[in-house]
């Protein structure tokens, strides 16, 4: 078949990957000058790593995207290194997955090769240890993670909201302490609406030791994108799809600015409020529906400076209440050596933020301006003289918002129009979206795109 694929994201590059070496004819449109969506990097000249223009780590447990690489013949280009992790309480940071017999242990050799397991525990005694609140609160931070860890089953939790859900098993306080930062910073707004079965998966699937590739994730998506071509597949970069439309003999036409070529199948991995501008015949229900999947954006300032700013601390999480300009503090040198960077110390400055929020629009300048005291606050000896260059990226489909009874809403990847597909963030449950799950929506959806009808 000759199938046409919108968007060279790991959706999108992976179903090519499939479909050509199942013999297909695929082409792929890309908007903008890059392959890898949301996980693509960029390099500053001083520079031997890309950097991902949103911070972006795997776990161990992420199965697909690691299949995936040792098919591409690069598993010995990613390795998982187990970074601190840590939250922020009353202007203090507080590591919660770093061994608390002391930083020794890090340096030998036994520190390296820490199981999971003896990961988990470490973040186990962390927790324990966790002095703001009473010890009691502790344990029943301890006792939820671990019923949750070991709940097989998500789907009665998809009925109710993880803020009532958690609050009631951990507590107030420990609820307020440890989890109810984490989903104000990625939800917002929606923070209580989100269900329990989306915060499950984050505790089943996630393992302390992150993985990264060497190069950044850039050297992973290029090496995908150079397999897809040497199968057969046509990448086309800065070609934008503008319109969508069935024609009667059952075949997909898509508009571009010069040209409307004709596909047998088209698999859009674009965001589902894309999809439905873009194709007006699409039913007005099913039109509504892609309409009220929420979902919310991201803004991070990247920040090149001269020297280390956090003790230590790979991910600081900030409680909205502690009153920052961002939520997420992601210093990337204490998780990748800076000698990959020239030297430079990496921050990013991050926040899930709704569309049409006044970061959006702000030039990187004004950004920092509104972001320094914040980090001043963090490392009150940061001097702006410290600042080598600063980047600001944004994307208004960065999280989807999975609600109450979520799986009922989620479409399918067939649309209602006969040889229309698509594969998107949104329709990846209850994990949260990520390039493991790119790589087995896009998987998932090869399949149903490359067979026979
Ligand atoms: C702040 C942030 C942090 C993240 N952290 C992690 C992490 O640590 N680990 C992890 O695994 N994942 C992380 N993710 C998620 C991960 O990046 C995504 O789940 C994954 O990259 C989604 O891939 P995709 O191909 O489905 O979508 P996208 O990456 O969004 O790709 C879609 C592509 O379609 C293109 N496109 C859209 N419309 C058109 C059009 N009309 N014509 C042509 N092209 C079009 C876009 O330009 C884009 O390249 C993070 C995401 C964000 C925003």
Redesign the pocket.
Known sequence: MNIGI?????????AAYDLTRQGHRVTL????P???????GFKDEAWDWSL?R??????AS?RD?ITLVKELGIADMLFFPSPVTSILKDGKCYPINKPLVGPWLERLPLGKTLSNGADLLATALRVLAFRPIPFLARLRVGLTTAYLRYNPRWQPLERVTADAWLSRAAGARAYEAFWQPLLEGKFGPYYREVNMAWFWARIVARTPK?GYFEGG?QAFLDALAAQVRAQGGDIRLE????GIQPTADGRIRLE?RDEAPLYDRVL????PA?LKE?TPALPAAYAAGLEDLLSM??V?LILAVTQPVSAGHYWINIPKREGFPFLAFVEHTHYIDRRHYGGDTLLYC?D?LEPGHPYFEMEPEALLERFIPGIQRLNPAFDRSWIRKVWKFS?S???PVPLVNHSQRIPPLETPLPNLYM???SQ?YPW???????VE??RRAARLVGAAS
């Open positions: 919108i968007g060279a994201g790991v959706t999108g590059l992976t449109y890309e908007a903008r890059y392959v890898g969506g949301l996980a693509a991902e949103f911070y972006h780590h795997i776990f992420d995207i992150l994730f070609h934008h799809v503008r571009l859009a991995t674009c965001s894309m873009r954006g991201a991070v991050g899930y994307e489909y960065a999280q594969a998107n963030m990846v949260d979206r990520g390039t493991n799950y790119a929506i896009g």
